[in-house]
């Protein structure tokens, strides 16, 4: 069955240092991974997605996002944090199932910006 | 734009009482889905469908049920609500590609309160 886990429910940066957001996963197959944010009272949006081509994928707002298919890792990197930043990010794997795909959602992470 | 519309953005309902969340997508997508958000809980997927009348339990379906006649509508019903079940709802979309796995699209949320 395939899981995923975020490995710090809050992390704290100060504005113009770099984030570091970690997650890792297991899967019995090839999986898809994807980066979600969700900004306070606001739907989620989509940050990057990996699928099995460039193992360092770059998304929106400067985040990358390598996968480590040893260490079966996905972290999530800006190198410098801006305020607009803080929000929950959520690591999601996807994988066949069934007839179709199945996603499932880390627990999530908080990150906080300070000035 | 990918359009994935909730029926209702804040809904009250007594305990007993059947409840139906409504979920429509705008894209022909295969595959969509039903989670709960909760805090510190990230999104749990309660079901989810790859076709018109297909559908799967995902990790906690216990006291719902779902329902999808047509290909751009996903009803999730609470058959007796319960206090329990106050969360965020949150449905999504993807179409089901064979090579890769594609992004979700996310509604704006249902946020229902069982009293």
């Known amino acids: 069955a395939q899981s995923v886990t975020q490995l710090d429910s809050h992390v704290s940066v100060s504005e113009g240092t770099p984030v570091l957001l970690r997650c890792n996963y297991s899967s019995s197959y090839s999986p898809s991974l994807f980066w979600y944010v969700q900004h306070p009272n606001k739907g989620l949006q989509l940050l990057l997605k990996y699928t099995s081509a460039a193992t360092l994928v770059k998304g929106i707002n400067g985040f990358e996002a390598e996968f480590k298919k040893s260490e079966t890792s996905f972290h999530l990197t800006k190198p410098s944090a801006h305020m607009s930043d803080a929000a929950e990010y959520f690591c999601v794997v996807s994988d066949r199932w069934g007839g179709g795909n199945k996603l499932t959602f880390g627990t999530g992470t908080q990150l906080k910006v300070e000035l | 734009d990918v359009k994935v519309t909730q029926s209702s953005r804040y809904l009250v309902k007594r305990t007993g009482e059947k409840v139906f969340l409504e979920c429509v997508q705008d894209m022909d997508h295969e595959n969509m889905f039903w989670y709960r958000q909760d805090p510190g809980l990230g999104l749990r997927l309660i079901y989810f469908?790859?076709?018109?009348?297909?559908?799967e339990k995902g990790d906690i379906p216990e006291g719902y049920s779902v329902s999808r006649e047509k290909k751009e509508r996903f009803s999730l019903i609470l058959e007796s609500a319960s206090t329990n079940q106050t969360s965020m709802y949150l449905c999504a979309s993807s179409s089901r590609d064979r090579v890769q796995n594609t992004e979700a699209f996310f509604g704006q949320g249902t946020r229902l309160t069982v009293v």
């Open positions: 469908s790859y076709d018109v009348k297909m559908k």
